[in-house]
């Protein structure tokens, strides 16, 4: 069964304070994980695609990492702005191409 | 462009009623998708369509749920006798197929 671990629960910052989150996946053959950010009362907003080791991709402060595991959220010099919910996600393995398994989300939190 | 959207916003019912809940997806986007978002629970899939094919409906969680998909576009989820448990946010979210999956911002519903 298909499984998403996201770590911390939680994570508080003061603003400016670099950190990283963490999302671990189990799955049949990897097509692809997925970063989202989701606002209080809002849908989840689309950040990053990644589909194998090694690959980085980043969006003005956050950087995204994959490795055969796990994939890390780098936020540098983080802003209020940027606290929100961030979730990862991983499409199911087999056939079930459309269905996604989601992490239960990191709650961020960004002290001016 | 125009994102996904959902209707009603909020929806309160007494329980034993029926909602139901609509989505209008990205134009041109061939995949729709309905997730149910539960505190605790973070999110969880219920039905998937894609084009033409029949729809993958192993999310759905029993057989008061049900979801129509009208000329490859909007999309209609249906709760039949509504019960406490079922009040959640009902997320849709399309895409062109592929993974990657754009949301609509939601509908919160409330049984009492």
């Known amino acids: 069964e298909d499984q998403v671990t996201q770590s911390p629960e939680a994570l508080r910052l003061q603003e400016g304070e670099s950190s990283s989150l963490n999302c671990s996946y189990t799955v049949s053959g990897l097509r692809g994980l997925f970063w989202y950010r989701q606002d209080p009362g809002k849908g989840p907003e689309f950040l990053f695609t990644l589909y194998s080791a090694g690959e980085e991709k980043e969006k003005e402060r956050l950087k995204a990492t994959l490795t055969k595991k796990e994939s890390f959220l780098h936020i540098t010099a983080p802003k209020p702005e940027d606290s929100a919910t961030y979730l990862c996600?991983?499409?199911?393995?087999?056939?079930?191409?459309?269905?996604?398994?989601f992490g239960q989300g990191t709650i961020l939190t960004v002290h001016p | 462009g125009a994102g996904v959207s959902q209707s009603p916003s909020n929806k309160v019912t007494e329980k034993g009623k029926d909602v139901e809940l609509r989505c209008d997806p990205i134009s041109g986007h061939t995949a729709l998708y309905w997730y149910r978002q539960s505190l605790g629970q973070g999110l969880e899939f219920l039905i998937y369509?894609?084009?033409?094919?029949?729809?993958?409906k192993s999310g759905l969680p029993s057989d008061r749920f049900s979801a129509e998909r009208t000329g490859g576009s909007v999309s209609t989820l249906t709760i039949q006798r509504t019960q406490q448990e079922d009040s959640a946010v009902y997320l849709c979210a399309s895409g062109q197929g592929g993974e990657t999956q754009y949301f609509g911002p939601g509908t919160r519903l409330l049984v009492l």
């Open positions: 369509f894609q084009g033409n094919s029949a729809p993958d």
């Open positions: 996600a991983v499409p199911a393995g087999g056939t079930s191409y459309g269905k996604l398994t």
